[in-house]
């Protein structure tokens, strides 16, 4: 009885191994799906690789508000590793028109923001111009790292914009954000663990019908 529970116990990890490969794949093809430039609809050439002269200190130009909105996401939950989309309206109440240079967005410790986790995609816009008195909506793109711990977080997002030459930014969002798991159905720990739940029992059940079964006798 006892080599019949190790064949068995056997043979239930080898039909698990191929759940494990699988879901260890669809793990590595989402770490691969994370965003280094994304161009928006108002960009008209491909995002600058060279995204320095956008991480400056700059102040805010009045006239100029911002309003953010993450779409179908209210509760602002970040997928680890995956794509998370927001919107970002700006509005010229100004009389020079505002030419919008890029987007970007860091996060940060939420007791801190001096402890900083990740600097973000930087997006840039070429020859996005909102006149006076309009509002325009640029969408943003990111991708938290796949390997950042779940538990809340503040992201902190600007936009960067000239008025008659001279560069601004306004923050848009300064905020918690909630960073979950990646969204795959089965992970490869689940997996094992359903596959070990399974097996365990398995061998508890043929444990008690083998007790059962020598009681009887």
């Given at each position: ?35 280094d ?38 509760a ?38 001096k ?12 020859n ?48 918690t ?41």
């Amino acid at each position: 009885m006892k080599m019949n529970v190790r064949v068995l116990f056997l043979a239930l990890l080898l039909l698990a191994s191929p759940l494990l490969q699988v879901a260890r794949s669809q793990v590595d093809d989402d770490h691969s799906s994370l965003v280094d430039d994304v161009v928006g609809e108002h960009s008209d050439s491909g995002a600058d690789e060279d995204d320095q002269d956008l991480d400056i200190n700059l102040t805010s130009a009045p006239g100029v508000e911002t309003v953010c909105v993450f779409p179908r996401n209210s509760a602002r939950v970040v997928p680890a590793g995956e794509e998370t989309e927001l919107l970002v309206a700006l509005k010229n109440d100004g009389k020079p028109t505002v030419g919008v240079m890029g987007i970007r967005a860091s996060v940060h410790l939420p007791y801190d923001h001096k402890l900083l986790v990740q600097n973000l995609t930087t997006m840039r816009y070429n020859n996005a111009s909102i006149p006076t008195s309009v509002q325009a909506t640029f969408p943003y793109v990111f991708a938290v790292s796949q390997y950042l711990q779940p538990g809340a977080f503040d992201l902190v997002g600007y936009v960067i914009y000239d008025v008659e030459g001279k560069p601004y930014q306004s923050v848009f969002y300064n905020g918690t954000i909630e960073v979950v798991e990646s969204g795959g159905l089965l992970s490869g720990e689940s997996v094992f663990l359903i596959t070990l739940g399974i097996a365990l029992l398995l061998l508890l059940g043929l444990w008690a019908y083998s007790q059962v079964q020598r009681l009887t006798k």
